[in-house]
C-alpha cells in the first residue's frame, strides 16, 4: 500500500482540455494546496491509501463557488452512502465520537466525490485488494506468529534436559522439578541469554534437538502468501524482494510493469473521477491526466514512442499530436 500510494502521490499531473494545455489554471491551484494541512502529495497519497484499505475514497469539497475553497479526504470507515428511492445516492453521512454530519447531493452535484473500485456484488461500495487478499494475510500473520514462537523459545528448545534417576530416584521432587524450571527461565531463555553455557547435575543429560521439517517449511508458507498479498495488490514480488519470483527479467522490468498495470491504471481512474468532479463546480470541463513524459520509469518506453510517431510521415501533425496525448494546439497558444 505504501509503495502504490507514495508512487501514485509522485506523478506529475497535467491539465488540459481538448484545445489545449494549461500551465496556470484554478483547478491546478486548488490541487497544489488543497487544504491548508497538506500539498498535493499528501492529499493523493491518503487518497489512494483509503482506496486500496477499504476500496473507497471520499474528498470533502468545503465551499461551493466556482471551485472548492479546499479538499479535505475523509476516513472511508467513517463515511456512509445514503441511497434514494432509485438507488443513486441523495446523500453521505459522516459518523465520528457518536455524531453524524450529512452531506447532501443537490442539483447533481456532491459535495463528496465517492471513487471506489469495482465490486460484483455491491451496487454502492467498493472491493479493496486487502479482502481479495485476506486468506493469504491470515497465513501469513500465522506464519509470523508461530515463527515468533519459535525464537522466543529458542526456536524449539535446542535440546531436551533428561533425567537419569540418579542415586535410585525415579523422578524429580517438586522442588528440584520448580528450581530446574526458574533456573531455565532465567538464565537460559531469550535473546539475552543465547549462547550462555548450561552447569548440569545430579543425573540430568543433555540432547540437542534440531528443526523438524514442518518447521522449516513455515518460512516457505509465509514467501508463498507474501506473494499473493504482493499480487493481490499489482506488486512485482521482485519489487518487495521476495524470493522465488521469475516473473520478471530483472527490477527494471518489474518496475515498469509496477507503474503501467497498477500505478497509472489507478491514479488515470482517481485523477478522472476529480477532473468530472471539480468540473460540474463551474461548468468547466477539463481533463487531469498524468504527464508520462516526466515518469522516470516510463523513459525508455516513451522515448521509444515519440521516435516512432514523428518518423511516421504519413502521419499529419495533429495526429501526431494526438496519438502523443497532446492537445490539438501547442502548450500556451492564444486563441
Not at 492529499?43 to 479546499?70: H, K, R
Not at 486487502?130 to 497465513?139: K, Y
Request: with cysteine.
Amino acid at each position: 500500500m505504501r509503495l502504490i500510494s507514495e508512487a501514485a502521490a509522485a506523478l506529475p499531473l497535467m491539465l488540459q482540455d481538448r484545445g489545449r494545455r494549461y500551465d496556470d489554471h484554478p483547478a491546478l491551484a486548488l490541487l497544489a494546496r488543497p487544504n491548508p494541512g497538506q500539498g498535493r502529495a499528501e492529499l493523493i497519497e491518503a487518497l489512494v491509501g483509503q482506496i486500496l484499505l477499504t476500496g473507497n475514497g471520499y474528498v470533502e469539497a468545503v465551499g461551493t463557488d466556482a471551485l472548492p475553497f479546499e479538499l479535505h479526504v475523509l476516513r472511508s470507515d467513517r463515511v456512509s452512502l445514503v441511497p434514494g428511492a432509485d438507488g443513486w445516492p441523495v446523500g453521505y453521512e459522516y459518523t465520528v465520537g457518536g455524531r453524524k454530519h450529512r452531506f447532501a447531493v443537490e442539483d447533481g452535484v456532491s459535495p463528496i466525490c465517492h471513487i471506489k473500485s469495482f465490486h460484483p456484488q455491491d451496487d454502492h461500495y467498493g472491493l479493496s485488494p486487502l479482502s481479495a487478499a485476506a486468506t493469504a494475510i491470515d497465513v501469513h500473520n500465522a506464519a509470523s506468529a508461530w515463527s515468533k514462537a519459535l525464537l522466543d523459545n529458542a526456536a524449539r528448545p535446542s535440546g531436551a534436559i533428561v533425567y537419569r534417576g540418579a542415586d535410585g530416584q525415579a523422578g524429580l521432587t517438586p522442588d528440584q522439578y520448580d528450581r530446574l524450571v526458574e533456573e531455565m527461565e532465567s538464565q537460559h531463555q531469550g535473546a539475552r541469554n543465547a549462547g550462555r553455557p548450561m552447569l548440569l547435575e545430579g543425573g540430568l543429560d543433555w540432547k540437542p534437538m534440531g528443526f523438524s521439517p514442518s518447521d522449516m517449511e513455515f518460512q516457505k508458507t509465509k514467501e508463498a502468501a507474501a506473494r499473493e498479498i504482493a499480487v493481490a495488490f499489482g506488486v512485482p514480488p521482485m519489487i518487495l524482494g521476495i524470493p522465488g519470483d521469475a516473473t520478471y527479467a530483472n527490477y527494471q522490468e518489474a518496475n515498469r510493469a509496477f507503474y503501467r498495470l497498477t500505478v497509472l491504471p489507478l491514479m488515470a481512474r482517481v485523477a478522472g473521477a476529480l477532473a468530472e468532479w471539480l468540473s460540474d463546480f463551474g461548468g468547466e470541463r477539463f481533463d487531469l491526466r498524468v504527464d508520462l513524459d516526466q515518469v522516470p520509469a516510463l523513459a525508455a518506453e516513451r522515448d521509444g514512442q515519440w521516435r516512432r510517431v514523428s518518423e511516421a510521415l504519413f502521419l499529419t501533425d495533429a495526429e501526431k499530436r494526438a496519438l502523443l496525448g497532446l492537445p490539438a494546439r501547442e502548450v500556451g497558444s492564444d486563441g
